[in-house]
């Protein structure tokens, strides 16, 4: 059984940082990539960060590239999300994925195959 678990997010001010990891579990079939994405009340499901499992170019959307950082230790299973200069609009449910589905229009457009549970993270001006 594949799981995802988030961990990291909470509460802190503007220009603040948090980091997020997310442990998966019981997944070795077709691991080509993994992704950060958040969502905010109201708000659709956006994609933030995503890394290819074997190596190679990270993606970042506009809005936080340059801020943060995504990164995995293959080693531990873990992939993690370095977000720094935390800004109010940061605030979101924060989801890791796994598994990009064969077809997906993209690492960012959220078509994964496993999903954990989310962690909230909230930055107060």
């Known amino acids: 059984q594949v799981q995802l678990v988030e961990s990291g997010g909470g509460s802190v001010q503007a220009g603040g940082s948090l980091r997020l990891s997310c442990i998966v579990s019981?997944?070795?079939?077709?691991?080509?990539?993994m992704a950060w994405f958040r969502q905010a009340p109201g708000n659709e499901r956006e994609g933030v960060a995503a890394i290819p499992v074997g190596g190679g170019p990270r993606y970042y959307s506009g809005s936080v590239g340059g801020r943060f950082t995504i990164s995995q230790d293959n080693a531990k299973n873990t992939m993690y999300l370095q977000m720094n200069s935390l800004k109010p609009e940061d605030t979101a449910m924060y989801y890791c994925a796994a598994g990009l589905r064969p077809g997906a229009a993209g690492p960012l457009r959220g078509q994964y195959n496993y999903w954990g549970q989310g962690t909230q993270v909230t930055v107060s001006s």
């Open positions: 019981g997944y070795t079939y077709n691991r080509n990539f």
